[in-house]
C-alpha cells in the first residue's frame, strides 16, 4: 500500500472512530483523541497528522453529517423559494439553529474551532442572500463581515445556550424563543 492510500485509510479510520464515539458519548468531553485513536487503531500522533486537532477531526465529522442538513428537503425549499432574501435567511436560520440544537454535541465539541481557527472564506453560506439582500448598497468586505458575525453570534448563542437562556431569562430549548433570537439577530445585523 503506497503513502497517500495508508494515510487516507488512517484518516478513515479516524472520521469512522470518531462520529461512533460521538454517537455514544452524553458529554463530548468523553471523545479523547486517546479514545478516538485507540478505537481507530492508530497512534495518538495520527490525530494531528492527519487533522491538527481533536476539534478539526471532530469538525470533519460534523461536516459530513451537514451535507445531510444541507440536503434536508425544508432547507432546498427556502432556498428555492420566492421568499425575499432576508425572508431566505430567517427561515435557513430558523433551520440551521434547529440542527445545532439537535447536534448539540457537535455544536460543543467544535465551536472553539469553528470561532477561532476555521478557513474564514469557508461556511458563510449566508453570504449570497445577504448581498441579494443589500443589492449593492453595501461593499463587498461589509457583506463578508454581516454573514461572518451572523455565522458566529449563531454559533457562539447555541455554544453557550444554557447560560444565555439563564442570562436572557428566556426558555430558549423551545423553538419559538430561539427563532425569536434568530429574528433578532437578522433584524439587527440586515437592515432594510
Known sequence: ???EEKLLATKSKLLEAAAALMRKAQDPAEVTSRAIAEKA????????YCFGSRE???F??????QETYQNDPRVIAVLSSDLSPKEKLRQFYYLAVEYLVNEYK???AITGHLLLHRDLSEGLGSYPL???HYQGRKEEWEIKLISYQLS????LLIFRLED?????????KQEEELRALVDHEIDLLLVD
Open 1 to 3: 500500500m503506497k503513502k
Open 41 to 48: 487503531g492508530v497512534q495518538l500522533a495520527m490525530i494531528n
Open 56 to 58: 478539526a477531526l471532530l
Open 60 to 65: 470533519e465529522v460534523f461536516r459530513s453529517g
Open 106 to 108: 457537535f455544536t460543543k
Open 130 to 132: 445577504v448581498a441579494a
Open 152 to 155: 458566529s453570534m449563531t454559533q
Open 164 to 172: 444565555m437562556s439563564a442570562f436572557l431569562q428566556k426558555e430558549l
